[in-house]
């Protein structure tokens, strides 16, 4: 059965009170946008190993001392094939805290990096305490890394525990999502998209969707190249045109509805084309300027 949280309860809070309460779960999946959800996944990481046992790192035993961060630890540059940098590290120096995540030359989490951190966290925890990994991106596993994933999580390994990190939870198989404890981070700001303090990228991909119905096809073909080059950030950034459209569709939608008007069958259709091209981006490896493509057009059919 899948764990839900309520969102009135601060993550922070609900993740500290399971360590307080003797209560925490092998794996927990915690979802949102922005950096809160991977800082609050290594502070709980901590959290747990702390010798204090209150849900916060009391940074005055060993453990917290050893996994505190500091700026030669966050700069490790890990690669996924392991042959430019190590395909995990460390917390701080703590031998029982693991970070994974997308190399900066790498479209995908590996299978080879899960299946190094499942060799890992069952040679058991070198201190005796808890051992915990952390994935951050969790996205960005591929398809195989999943499916070695689930396997660890079918049957952990006493005394260890996974923490996922990902900007949507809909990117995450369904069997790991019900094996996990679902954490969820609300929006920081109620503005949203048109937030006066979003990224210029942000503001960009609103103004074109403000404007999408005017915008000729070969205007929207110029706007999409931009999203060419290497994979790895282009890939990045057609998941953020992605999230914008997304919620811009939803703004159109609902101003509909608070006209009178009924949301139209290419809408809902604009909806589901949205989610199938965030699959194909990040599960079967597509060009991401071609997904930029398709996206826009099809947003322009969908509203024109």
């Given at each position: 059965m899948q764990h839900e949280i309520h969102r009135e309860n601060h993550p922070a809070e609900i993740l500290g009170?399971?360590?307080?309460?003797?209560?925490?779960?092998?794996?927990?999946?915690?979802?949102?946008?922005?950096?809160?959800?991977?800082?609050?996944?290594?502070?709980?990481?901590?959290?747990?190993?702390?010798r204090d046992g209150q849900g916060v790192a009391c940074e005055n035993?060993?453990?917290?001392?050893?996994?505190?961060?500091d700026p030669e630890t966050e700069g490790i540059v890990?690669?996924?094939?392991?042959k430019r940098g190590p395909t995990y590290r460390h917390v701080g120096d703590h031998p029982d805290l693991l970070w994974v995540e997308r190399g900066p030359e790498d479209t995908r989490i590996s299978i080879g990096q899960v299946r190094d951190i499942q060799a890992a966290l069952r040679l058991g925890a070198n201190e005796g305490g808890r051992r915990v990994a952390v994935i951050n991106g969790a996205e960005w596993l591929n398809p195989q890394a999943q499916n070695a994933l689930l396997r660890l999580l079918e049957e952990p390994p006493p005394g260890t525990n996974l923490v996922l990190v990902a900007s949507r939870a809909s990117a995450i198989l369904a069997t790991i999502r019900s094996r996990s404890v679902r954490i969820r981070f609300p929006a920081t700001s109620g503005a949203g998209i048109r937030d006066p303090d979003a990224s210029e990228e942000v503001t960009l991909i609103v103004q074109t969707l403000d404007a999408i119905r005017d915008h000729s096809v070969g205007q929207l073909l110029d706007f999409?190249?931009?999203?060419?080059?290497?994979?790895?950030?282009?890939?990045?950034?057609?998941?953020e045109l992605i999230d914008v459209s997304a919620e811009w569709l939803c703004e159109e939608v609902k101003t509909?509805?608070?006209?009178?008007?009924?949301?139209?069958?290419?809408?809902?259709?604009?909806h589901?084309?949205?989610?199938?091209?965030?699959?194909?981006?990040?599960?079967?490896?597509?060009?991401p300027q071609m997904?930029?493509?398709?996206?826009?057009?099809?947003?322009?059919?969908?509203?024109?």
């Amino acid at each position: 059965m899948q764990h839900e949280i309520h969102r009135e309860n601060h993550p922070a809070e609900i993740l500290g009170r399971s360590i307080r309460n003797d209560r925490v779960h092998s794996s927990y999946l915690l979802t949102g946008a922005g950096d809160l959800p991977s800082t609050t996944a290594r502070d709980f990481a901590r959290a747990l190993v702390c010798r204090d046992g209150q849900g916060v790192a009391c940074e005055n035993c060993d453990p917290c001392r050893r996994s505190r961060e500091d700026p030669e630890t966050e700069g490790i540059v890990l690669d996924g094939k392991g042959k430019r940098g190590p395909t995990y590290r460390h917390v701080g120096d703590h031998p029982d805290l693991l970070w994974v995540e997308r190399g900066p030359e790498d479209t995908r989490i590996s299978i080879g990096q899960v299946r190094d951190i499942q060799a890992a966290l069952r040679l058991g925890a070198n201190e005796g305490g808890r051992r915990v990994a952390v994935i951050n991106g969790a996205e960005w596993l591929n398809p195989q890394a999943q499916n070695a994933l689930l396997r660890l999580l079918e049957e952990p390994p006493p005394g260890t525990n996974l923490v996922l990190v990902a900007s949507r939870a809909s990117a995450i198989l369904a069997t790991i999502r019900s094996r996990s404890v679902r954490i969820r981070f609300p929006a920081t700001s109620g503005a949203g998209i048109r937030d006066p303090d979003a990224s210029e990228e942000v503001t960009l991909i609103v103004q074109t969707l403000d404007a999408i119905r005017d915008h000729s096809v070969g205007q929207l073909l110029d706007f999409a190249e931009q999203y060419r080059g290497a994979r790895a950030p282009a890939a990045e950034s057609v998941t953020e045109l992605i999230d914008v459209s997304a919620e811009w569709l939803c703004e159109e939608v609902k101003t509909r509805v608070a006209h009178g008007v009924s949301p139209s069958s290419r809408s809902l259709d604009a909806h589901r084309s949205l989610q199938q091209l965030r699959r194909d981006l990040i599960q079967r490896n597509a060009n991401p300027q071609m997904v930029a493509e398709r996206l826009l057009l099809g947003l322009r059919d969908s509203v024109g």
